[in-house]
């Protein structure tokens, strides 16, 4: 009698384990699933608001015809500011990562410089206006 109440007692143990592993796997891929889902609804926001401060930005609204053009999309307070937030955040972002490329390339130069002589930077900047004047030679003589 022992011996087989020790083997029931295991097999269902052994089920209620595949049990708990299944329910923490479901759990699991349930909260990843949440997680792109946000992500993506995040993404859509912030291209949603973008798309709203382009096209106010491009026509010149002010806010009172920017709030009754938004008004027929039937958005809630929440759901519009979350766009206009993420939108913002968005174009500060695009505008910061369209500046540092011309901050990067003025510290290359001035690094650049700074390990030249002062001859080599002397003889550059001649070269430079003498390309100048060249270039101003060219022009008058296309034009007539």
Same mark, same amino acid.
């Given at each position: 009698?022992? +011996?087989? =109440? &020790? $083997?029931?007692? =295991?097999? @269902?143990?052994?089920?209620? +384990? =595949?049990?708990?592993? &299944?329910?923490?796997?479901?759990?699991? /891929? $349930?909260?990843?699933?949440?997680?792109?889902?946000? /992500? $993506? @609804?995040?993404? *859509?926001?912030? =291209?949603? +608001?973008?798309?709203? !401060?382009? $096209?106010?930005?491009? &026509?010149?609204?002010?806010?009172? #015809?920017? @709030?009754?053009?938004?008004? %027929? !999309?039937?958005?809630?307070?929440? *759901? !519009?500011?979350? *766009?206009?937030?993420?939108? /913002?955040?968005? !174009?500060?972002?695009?505008? @910061?990562?369209?500046?540092?490329?011309?901050?990067?390339? #003025?510290?290359?130069?001035?690094?650049?410089?700074? /390990?030249? &002589? %002062?001859?080599?930077?002397?003889?550059?900047?001649?070269?430079?206006?003498?390309?100048?004047?060249?270039? +101003?030679?060219?022009?008058?003589?296309?034009? %007539?």
């Amino acid at each position: 009698m022992r +011996g087989k =109440k &020790s $083997a029931t007692e =295991k097999q @269902a143990a052994r089920r209620f +384990g =595949k049990f708990v592993r &299944s329910v923490r796997r479901n759990l699991r /891929q $349930a909260h990843r699933i949440l997680q792109r889902a946000e /992500q $993506a @609804a995040r993404l *859509c926001y912030e =291209k949603a +608001g973008v798309a709203m !401060l382009d $096209a106010k930005a491009s &026509s010149g609204m002010n806010e009172e #015809g920017f @709030a009754a053009w938004l008004a %027929p !999309l039937g958005l809630s307070q929440d *759901c !519009l500011r979350q *766009c206009l937030e993420l939108g /913002q955040v968005a !174009l500060d972002r695009r505008q @910061a990562e369209a500046a540092e490329p011309e901050e990067l390339f #003025g510290r290359i130069v001035m690094e650049r410089r700074d /390990q030249m &002589s %002062p001859e080599a930077i002397r003889r550059e900047e001649e070269d430079r206006v003498r390309q100048r004047e060249e270039s +101003g030679r060219r022009q008058q003589e296309l034009v %007539p």
